[in-house]
């Protein structure tokens, strides 16, 4: 079964969960090739991984790509955790401490 007609029959769409591009690759010959190539979404590749089947005689298993798919997207939330909680909650700090000097600032403004 080719790409598209796969990607069909999950009911994926072409610009909306994933998109199609041309990618030009070295011939041994010389000068380029054009190779198209599927750029999905996460939730695509996600959607292609849960209906994934091994056909009989098939070299690898789909499995293990689901598995190291979630590999790395648990590694990309550990790194954002890890680096980014942080400054998020810092910024949120100082949205509320600025909101309250604000709404003190303009209180006393009003009562003079």
């Given at each position: 079964m080719r790409?598209?007609?796969k990607l069909?029959?999950?009911?994926?769409?072409?610009?909306?969960?994933y998109r199609l591009e041309d990618i030009l690759q070295p011939v041994p010959q010389g000068?380029?090739?054009?190779?198209?190539?599927?750029i999905l979404t996460p939730e695509?590749?996600?959607?292609?991984?849960?209906?994934a089947r091994k056909y009989p005689n098939?070299?690898?298993?789909p499995v293990i790509y689901s598995k190291y798919y979630l590999l790395l997207e648990k590694q990309?939330?550990?790194h954002f955790v890890e680096h980014y909680l942080e400054e998020i909650?810092?910024?949120?700090y100082l949205i509320f401490k600025n909101k309250l000097f604000l709404k003190k600032f303009i209180s006393?403004?009003?009562k003079v």
């Open positions: 790409v598209k007609e069909d029959d999950l009911g994926l769409v072409e610009d909306e969960d000068g380029y090739s054009t190779k198209k190539v599927y695509a590749f996600k959607t292609c991984l849960m209906r098939q070299k690898v298993d990309v939330l550990e909650l810092q910024f949120i006393k403004l009003l």
